[in-house]
């Protein structure tokens, strides 16, 4: 059989995770690489990985490039592409160019400069060009430029698979989905478990630990691009979708608690737990987490504490921060807290050492995901 190579980006600090993740849904040559994952397999392999991976961001299909030291060099490699093989030219397409140490002096010049290839070899081909949409395309073609390397994808994915259909209100900031899903795998955590989120916000750390649990695919509620390839057969994707429903679990009462004292951010938790039937799975509760306490003798804290911005923000945390320390510590013993956050500080104001560190990206944010482990039995942490 005929191997494709794709490339699927995620959140920086999750390529292990993401590597691990597409090995057990059938990817071949997996290769991780800095912000993602290189790897080969079939047209139903990337059918399969956009419906079930929870850490990748997308799946890009490589179709072309090659070596390049310009502009004109760029236009002849999209030109080499066999487009109308891939795609019909009523799709409507947007081109999105990244760049790192690359000569070229603009990256919207060059994304003009291959969507005007594409579109010669559709009008050399039949005579039509197609149009181009630059909100919500067809067919997105994504390049990647390095210093003399170019590559050539396109997007099988449409919108970024985080996007899983499942949220219809949010809090202030929530996390991005896939890597709430990512960070979960790195904690360790298993659906047996009980999990915590004592600052749960609009609920992402529940909800996906919900869908896990269930073994629910995060893209059973969507669409994806690849629907509108030429390749796509929808007999295939109908057996990767049943196949999916089949493993289905039915939802039930699971150890997963959620507390939050903003009443808008728990009222949105909730409407995203209706709407995905999720209700009666998650235990939420509305107050200050730092009166309550531990739901079962052990388990898995996960959170992604407030950090600030501004300097009153900043002074407010540089007291929520001990507090959270002395909360785990009367409250949690028996527990590992995984802390995702932005600032900094927190490692030395939580007056607790961290087992470990471990560096992710939300967003454009440089993070750090902190784990405590709380001995049970003791006023201190492991």
Known sequence: MHLDRFFAPCPRGLEAVLSDELVALGAQDVAPTDGGVGFSGSFDTMMTVNLHSRIASRVLWRVGGGRYRDERDLYQLARQVDWPQYFD???????????VKSPVKSIDFVSLTIKDAVCDVFRERGGERPSVDTHTPDMRIHVF????????????????????????????APLRENLAAGILR??????????LDPMCGSGTF???AAMIALDWAPGACRHFAFEKLSGFRPAAWQ???????????????????????DPAALAAARQNLAHIQLDDCITLSDGDFLDSHAPAAGGVIVSNPPYGVRLDEMDRLALLYPQLGHWLKREMAGWTAYLLTADLRLAKMIR???SRRTPLRNGALDCRLFEFRMISGSNRPA
Do not use: C, M, N
């Open 89 to 99: 030219v009523s799709r409507t397409i947007k081109v999105k160019t990244d760049a």
């Open 145 to 172: 430029l390095s210093g003399s390397d170019a590559a050539l994808y396109l997007d099988t994915s449409g919108e970024p698979l985080f996007k899983r259909g499942w949220r219809i209100a949010t809090g202030d």
């Open 186 to 195: 790195l904690t360790g955590w298993t659906p047996d478990v009980p999990l």
């Open 206 to 208: 529940l909800v996906e």
């Open 239 to 261: 057996q990767i979708t049943d196949a999916a429903i089949a493993r289905e679990k039915q939802a039930r009462p699971l150890p997963l608690f959620g507390i939050d004292r």
């Open 352 to 354: 607790l050492s961290p």
